[in-house]
């Protein structure tokens, strides 16, 4: 069953538990005309297991507060490297569409905090991320995760022909990545012809074990980032043989990258307060 609310479809009742969410996000994934969760004011929902949308239709989260505990929702194992190797996330998002969500808290994941998935086999426009008053805090593995990368330890395998405009505003990411080695508050792993299109207004990306924010492009395709009034601070201590930095940028192929920095503070990172890397033919 559904509703209508404001010109859009949402699941009936808001969330308020686990199981209305499992139930929410399994009406999504099996009805195209929901493209609303809301969640009822302040909510504190623990989650057992990792909760995964596989709709193909533009979704909205309203959290309304609430908060989601990861701490129990999946698992990771490391390699003889002491690399990590998970499907997991708190939330799961395996669509190419377009994905809002607004003022929700995520907090003790137990790998990523949330997981965008894009299919290999996307094409047409490109992703639309955005998130609004959002906290992601104390997630072992990254807070945020974008994956157009079909190789798990992030090489330079096949991606989808799409691109990613990820849109942060208001938001924090704060003390994730101390799980294991190279884990970031944010990471956006784009393979393929397409682009990264960042922009992230009035957001604090401080205290995490990797990077404060990665932005990580091989193929054809540029990354364009406007960052205003943000911090990175206090980032990249998690492996004292490899530190890492607030913001760095890796470019490889004939894409170009474009960068402007607006009253940004990158202080007390391990590593550098921004490194950008640019490899092969791009500027």
């Not at 990368?149 to 090489?155: H, L, V, Y």
């Amino acid at each position: 069953m559904a509703i209508l609310s404001a010109g859009n479809v949402q699941a009936i009742d808001k969330v308020s538990d686990e199981a209305s969410l499992i139930y929410a996000f399994a009406m999504a994934n099996v009805d195209s005309s929901i493209n609303k969760i809301v969640f009822a004011k302040n909510a504190r929902i623990s989650l057992n297991s990792p909760v995964i949308y596989t709709g193909s239709q533009n979704i909205m989260l309203l959290g309304n507060g609430a908060i989601i505990d990861g701490a129990n929702a999946g698992n990771f194992t490391l390699n003889d490297e002491l690399l990590a190797s998970t499907e997991d996330g708190s939330l799961i998002f395996n669509t190419a569409g377009d994905i809002k969500i607004q003022k929700l808290n995520i907090v003790n994941s137990a790998t990523r905090g949330v997981l965008i998935n894009i299919p290999e086999d996307a094409q047409g426009d490109d992703i639309q991320i955005s998130l609004d008053k959002v906290k992601i805090r104390n997630s072992a593995l990254h807070s945020l995760h974008i994956d157009d990368n079909a190789d798990e330890f992030d090489g330079d395998g096949a991606g989808s022909k799409i691109g990613i405009e990820l849109y942060i505003s208001n938001s924090s990411f704060v003390s994730n990545g101390t799980g294991a080695i190279d884990f970031d508050g944010i990471r956006v792993d784009e393979r393929g012809p397409g682009d990264i299109h960042v922009i992230v207004i009035n957001t604090q990306i401080d205290g995490n074990g990797g990077d404060g924010m990665e932005l990580d492009e091989a193929g054809a395709g540029n990354v364009d980032a406007t960052l205003k009034h943000v911090t990175l601070n206090d980032n990249g201590f998690y492996n004292p043989k490899d530190l890492d930095d607030g913001f760095d940028i890796d470019e490889a192929g004939a894409g170009n990258v474009e960068v402007s920095l607006f009253k940004v503070m990158a202080n007390r990172n391990k590593d550098e307060g921004v490194d950008i890397d640019e490899t092969d033919a791009g500027e």
